[in-house]
């Protein structure tokens, strides 16, 4: 006989942003406040047997304290069937504007945890040169891919720079880093650490009287055979 309940499991997986007084919560918190949103929803979500039951739920990489993110993933487990775009829209009548879900999706494949296959963390920063950006980033380009690249601690947990002017502000300059959130024993690599390298950061931009005016975390990738794919796009 068929296990109806088993026919009718649905994964999702949801992105969803914190912003404002919001990025100042703990994953923890983050975390809490998405079960609460589910349960009012009224969805029903599966739980693990035994004494100490707990929700199929699993979240993306924390978020360091203070940086606004555009690119929190959870895979959670129901027990019924349900369409993405009502998933979404009953979750989200159930969280503040701070916190939104963006983005759903059904996974149909299997997949690991969300922590174990997140490989890469994207982080923008919009640096204020207080000059034409135009005529400094040719400059400035060389001396991060020399200083930060290749010269710092850093340059083992960096997969990637890249440095573009605004368009509507010659002052303003965006520095996309892609950094490594898992180690890759053939790439002989390190695990990025934000705090540390926000430091220095801060630090090293002096030298070019630089400021960071803002930063996120703007998405998190997958590696699929030479390629970064979001978690979206891998299932």
Known sequence: MINQKSVSETKIRFKFYKKGEYKYLS????????????N?????????QGYNPKPKINFSLP??????SLAEYADVLLDNDISENKFKKKVNLRLKPQMQITEVKKVIIKTGSLMNEIAISLFSFKLDTGCSSRHLIGKFYKA??????VKSDFS????????????????????KL?????????????????????QFFGNWLRKYRT???????EELFIIKGNMLKTPMEVI
């Open 63 to 68: 978020t360091p304290l203070g940086i606004e």
């Open 27 to 38: 994953h923890l918190d983050i975390s809490r406040m998405i079960m609460r949103a589910l």
């Open 144 to 149: 991060v891919e020399g200083d930060l690249m």
């Open 178 to 198: 892609f950094g490594y959130a898992k180690i890759f024993k053939e790439r002989d690599n390190e695990f990025f650490k934000f705090n540390n390298f926000y």
């Open 40 to 48: 009012r929803a009224e969805l029903e979500i599966k739980y693990s």
């Open 156 to 175: 083992r947990t960096i997969f990637d720079l890249k440095i573009t002017p605004a368009k509507e502000n010659s002052d303003i300059i965006f520095l």
């Open 211 to 217: 400021s960071i005016k803002d930063l996120k975390k």
